[in-house]
């Protein structure tokens, strides 16, 4: 009975370990569908953001950095692209981030979003604008 206890608990402690590794398998640096910026994805208080770390052409044509200038918000169109945080408040359910969001800087709009990993190197990245949807593949950066 012991032993069969023992197991059991062996067993529990490595299933519970493989899912935090699995739900935690998105943490880290992706190269976005059109190759021109790397998002750092990154776990707090449970939930899943993602920041832009580095974009191919960071700065504009005459020299000054990219800045968020499509953003609605107008307060916020001097910021930055270059650390700005893109995706927001993802839960980890059934093998899927979930329920969080994506902002786009290119055109200032943030869609509902979900994640979810094809294989090791592949994050796809779908946001909804109602029934309408854009799947989008990242991969691992190296």
């Given at each position: 009975m012991k032993k069969l206890?023992?197991?059991l608990f062996t067993m529990s402690v490595a299933l519970s370990t493989k899912a935090q590794?699995?739900?935690d398998a998105a943490v880290g640096g992706w190269i976005n569908g059109d190759g021109d910026a790397k998002v750092e994805i990154y776990k707090k208080d449970n939930k899943y953001y993602?920041?832009?770390t580095w974009l191919?052409?960071?700065n504009e044509e005459n020299g000054t950095p990219k800045i968020d200038d499509e953003n609605p918000d107008e307060t916020k169109r001097a910021q930055s692209i270059l650390g700005l945080v893109i995706l927001q408040g993802?839960?980890?359910?059934?093998?899927?981030?979930k329920n969080?969001?994506?902002y786009d800087p290119k055109n200032g709009k943030t869609y509902?979003?979900?994640m979810w990993l094809d294989g090791k190197t592949e994050l796809k990245i779908r946001g909804y604008w109602g029934i309408v949807y854009r799947t989008e593949t990242w991969t691992k950066a190296k």
């Open positions: 206890m023992v197991l590794t699995w739900q993602g920041k832009i191919r052409d960071p993802f839960n980890f359910e059934e093998g899927f981030w969080g969001t994506i509902k979003c979900e």
